[in-house]
Structures are given as structure tokens and as C-alpha cells.
């Protein structure tokens, strides 16, 4: 049975680029098969195309006790893999894009559920479908913006080999653009490199790097939070001062820090050069500033996953709609079968012994947590 449903989801094109409503009307049909009301969220992302969050729920409620959360889109996958869309397996395993992130635990959850007397249930519970989490966690926020409904707990899937994580960093994403000058590199005078600006730009930004280390959270490897520039692209041509530089400045903060910390640093930072260079002249477009989320390691969720997988909890350093979750109240835990590293390549797969583990661990947080 999750084998089929698996197979159905990968066999639905799902990339953030397209809308997803195909893949939504899928799971629709199956929630409502299974008794449970439907309420879908529209919006239409910057180029009009239509995305669409669906909330399933078994009571109709405004607050429920348990939330489970899959996003219903995938990364782009190469030409050359025509099998992207046909789920198949070898030795163990299952291949398709969006086996491992984050179809294979959509396909677990609606296993759990179709495998559990629902009616007997006493406790409310929903399963939350998003759109968008590839780019920016789109539909999860616009959730979280809307406030359909409170949530005491929420798993999250994401591929952690049946990890559950209790805490992630945040995400924030800035272009920093610095303009000069311009004029004939044999007369320097005459102008004033952004790419020179941009250079001492970046030194500062070294330096509050290093400062960055000294606020830890030990849960975390590394256990500060971390910055990267990583693009940068200025001037016109070999012999003409450069009139503009930008680069992109990525951090990511531990949940202890707000995602605005290292902006007014480097706002900070800014000024201090202007003593020297008051004619310098920086934009920062700030397009993302996710804030990481936590909960307390003797959550009776986190508790409860860490017995039924026989794992202990742990962290991971990279962005999840947990955070969002967890603005509609919920203590949130990130798990799911696959590993990280084998999302977004070529090949993607997930082992069918941590799909079905998978399942039986939904199956076993629903009976415990939603019935008296």
C-alpha cells in the first residue's frame, strides 16, 4: 500500500516551478476517501501561477492536538533521468524525485492514517499539505500569516533517517549591493571602485563572523551561527572602476538569536566605514530572514518519537517549516525517512524499511497522543 501511494505522488510532477494543484486534488481524494474534511488555501505566487495549501482534518475543529506537515513540491530534476517520475526499486530501495523529500513521508502519513479507526479517535488531528517549501517556505508562512487554526504538536517531515530533530537554524538571505564611480583605471582619482568598497565590505563581514562564534548553542555543529558570501559580481570591464559590486550574504542563526542580529551588525559595520568613506554608498535587500526553531528536549513529543524510533533527538543546521508551525502554537519535531543527502541529486531515493518504519511511527504518535 505506501509502495502505491509512494508511486502515485513521484508520478505527479511536482516542481515548485509548476502549480501544484494536481498533486493537491490527489491528496484531497484520499483525505476525504478517508472521512476527513478538506479546506484548501490558495494564492498565486509572483508569476500568477496558482499554489495551494490543503489542511485535512478529523474533527472539525479549530485547534487540533496533532498536526502532520509535508510539503507537496520538489527541486528540478535533470533531462537525462527519465525515470524522475516513475517510482522504482532496487536492492531496497525506492528511486523518484521526491521519494526521499518529502513524498516518501506525505506517502507514510496517509498509510498511518488509512491503517487507524479514526472515528475512535478522541483528540483532533490534521495533516497540513504546503506548496513552495523549495523556494523559501512560501506556502508554510502564508499559513502561518493566516492562522487557520492552533496546533499542540506538530511533525514535520523532512528526510532525517528517522532522526527526530528538536531544533534548526534559521535562514536569512540578503544582496548587498555597493555603488562607486566609474571612470578610466588610469585615473583613479577620477572615480571610486565599488569593487574596492565591496572588498572592505566583505573584511567587515570576516570580522563579524568571527564575533558570531562567540554566541553558541552547543546542540548545534558548528554550534554558532554561521555567514557566507556566496556570489559576488562587479565591474564592466577590465579598465573602468567598477560603478556597482553585489553579493549575496547568507547566515544562518541559531534559534536563540534573532534572524535580525547579524543585519545589525552589519548595518553597524556600515557606518563605521562611512567615517572614511563618507561617500560610500550600500543597498541590503533582505529577501529572507527565517528564524530557527526549538523545542525542549523533554517534550513529551520528542519523548515519545525518540522511543518509537529508538533514536536520540538531535539538530540540523539547515531551514525547515517548523518554525511556521510552531507560530500556530505547536511544539514541533522535524523527521522522516531518507537521508538529506540524497535529496535534491539524481537518484534520489529512500530505503523501503525507513518508509514503512516511517509509518508505523506516525501510526503510534496519532494513537498516543489523539486518543484519551
Known amino acids: 500500500m505506501i509502495k502505491e501511494i509512494l508511486a502515485d505522488l513521484v508520478r505527479i510532477d511536482s516542481v515548485s516551478m509548476r502549480s501544484n494543484a494536481e ?48 510539503h507537496t513540491d520538489t527541486v528540478p530534476y535533470e533531462s537525462t533521468w527519465t525515470d524522475a517520475t516513475n517510482l522504482t ?28 479507526e479514526l472515528s475512535q479517535l478522541t483528540k483532533p488531528l490534521a495533516l497540513i499539505f504546503t506548496a513552495d517549501e523549495e523556494i523559501g517556505l512560501r506556502g508554510a508562512k502564508k499559513l502561518a500569516e493566516a492562522k487557520p487554526l492552533r496546533v499542540r504538536y506538530s511533525i514535520v517531515g523532512e528526510p532525517t533517517s528517522l532522526k527526530p530533530i528538536r531544533a534548526g537554524k534559521g535562514y536569512s538571505l540578503a544582496e548587498v549591493i555597493v555603488k562607486g564611480r566609474e571612470a578610466h583605471s588610469a585615473y583613479p582619482a577620477l572615480g571610486a571602485s565599488a569593487v574596492f568598497r565591496a572588498a572592505r565590505l566583505i573584511n567587515r563581514l570576516e570580522a563579524i563572523a568571527a564575533q558570531l562564534k562567540e554566541d553558541q548553542h552547543t546542540a548545534f555543529d558548528p554550534p554558532y551561527t554561521t555567514l557566507n558570501i556566496g556570489l559576488i559580481h ?65 517534550s513529551p513529543l520528542i519523548k515519545l518519537l525518540e522511543r518509537a524510533t529508538g533514536n536520540d533527538s538531535g539538530t540540523v543546521a539547515f531551514g525547515t517549516e517548523a518554525a511556521q508551525m510552531m507560530t500556530l ?41 489523539c486518543s484519551a
Not at 474534511?37 to 485547534?63: C, M, Q, W
Not at 541559531?254 to 553597524?268: G, R
Not at 556600515?270 to 530557527?292: K, L, M
Not at 511511527?361 to 494513537?367: G, N, P, Y
Open 89 to 116: 526499486e532496487r536492492d531496497g530501495k525506492l528511486y523518484g524525485r521526491g521519494s526521499c523529500d518529502t513524498k516518501g513521508f506525505i506517502a507514510a502519513a496517509l498509510t498511518a492514517l488509512e491503517t487507524i
Open 234 to 298: 562587479g565591474g564592466s570591464a577590465k579598465n573602468v572602476l567598477a560603478g556597482e559590486c553585489r553579493f549575496t550574504l547568507e547566515w544562518r542563526p541559531i534559534p536563540t538569536q534573532s534572524s535580525e542580529h547579524v543585519l545589525k551588525l552589519f548595518t553597524n559595520a556600515i557606518e563605521v566605514e562611512r567615517e572614511t568613506d563618507p561617500d560610500i554608498d550600500c543597498e541590503i535587500d533582505a529577501s529572507r530572514q527565517d528564524t530557527g526553531f526549538e523545542t525542549a528536549p523533554d
Open 329 to 369: 502554537g505547536a511544539e514541533s519535531v522535524v523527521i522522516g525517512p531518507g537521508d538529506i543527502r540524497e535529496a535534491h541529486r539524481t537518484g534520489e531515493f529512500v530505503p523501503v524499511d525507513e518508509l514503512e518504519q516511517c509509518a508505523e511511527v506516525l501510526k503510534q504518535a496519532i494513537e498516543e497522543l
Open 23 to 70: 498533486i493537491i486534488a490527489y491528496l484531497e481524494r484520499r483525505c476525504e476517501a478517508l472521512n476527513l474534511s478538506t479546506r484548501r488555501f490558495p494564492y498565486a505566487d509572483e508569476y500568477g501561477i496558482e499554489k495551494i495549501n490543503l489542511i485535512a482534518l478529523t474533527h472539525d475543529v479549530s485547534e487540533v492536538e496533532l498536526a502532520l506537515v509535508g
